[in-house]
T-cell receptor, first 115, second 113 residues
């Protein structure tokens, strides 16, 4: 079974631009979560989608948004990029995401650099 | 969420067992203990999880103390490829944890030849 895939793997943007990152979950997985990883803050939860609905959200500004499609693929968008948005963005999928036994599997991440 | 405490770093000789401790003294009865690892700049990799009983899979063993206030991840025969940051995570049930893992700083395990 194919793992979680993320595109693109690397991205360079300038301040003020916006960016869209894509995530394809493992086949059959309906929950998709997004995380941001920076050297200073570590791995932080952004949000989770299930059945095209945002079901859980971390503590990030509204510039960070996402969506999920009917095939469970997900995108996240960051508008008005700031230098501090430079990070590794990770996507994880799980079957339903609503039980503590529902294991998350991570993709390789998208490395975003904001200049 | 229950807070976890891990040593910042540990060393292990190749071929020996690596024992990574985690303290989660505020864990409640229905919270699971998860372990993930992250090799440099890759996505975190699931290792194992458990509630009360000790667990073993092809990667590792998880030993949870009887009072559940601490646990140990055991890599029985560490190799150089096991060098990574290891995260111990306590995951509660309920809607606030839907799709969410709360990562701490983890333990940097370095396996030496």
């Amino acid at each position: 079974k194919a793992g979680v895939t993320q595109t693109p793997r690397y991205l360079i943007k300038t301040r003020g631009q916006q960016v869209t990152l894509s995530c394809s979950p493992i086949s059959g997985h309906r929950s998709v979560s997004w995380y941001q990883q920076t050297p200073g803050q570590g791995l932080q939860f952004l949000f989770e989608y299930f059945s095209e609905t945002q079901r859980n959200k971390g503590n990030f500004p509204g510039r960070f948004s996402g969506r999920q499609f009917s095939n469970s693929r997900s995108e996240m968008n960051v508008s008005t990029l700031e230098l501090g948005d430079s990070a590794l963005y990770l996507c994880a999928s799980s079957l339903a995401g609503d039980r503590p036994t529902d294991t998350q599997y991570f993709g390789p991440g998208t490395r975003l650099t904001v200049l | 969420d229950a807070k976890t405490t891990q040593p910042p770093s540990m060393d292990c000789a190749e071929g020996r067992a690596a024992n990574l401790p985690c303290n989660h003294s505020t864990i409640s009865g229905n919270e699971y203990v998860y372990w993930y690892r992250q090799i440099h700049s890759q996505g975190p990799q699931y290792i194992i999880h458990g509630l009360k009983n000790n667990e073993t899979n092809e990667m590792a063993s998880l030993i949870i103390t009887e009072d559940r206030k601490s646990s140990t991840l055991i890599l029985p025969h560490a190799t150089l490829r096991d060098t990574a940051v290891y995260y111990c995570i306590v995951r509660p049930p309920g809607s606030t944890s839907y799709g969410k893992l709360t990562f701490g700083q983890g333990t940097i395990l370095t396996v030496h030849p």
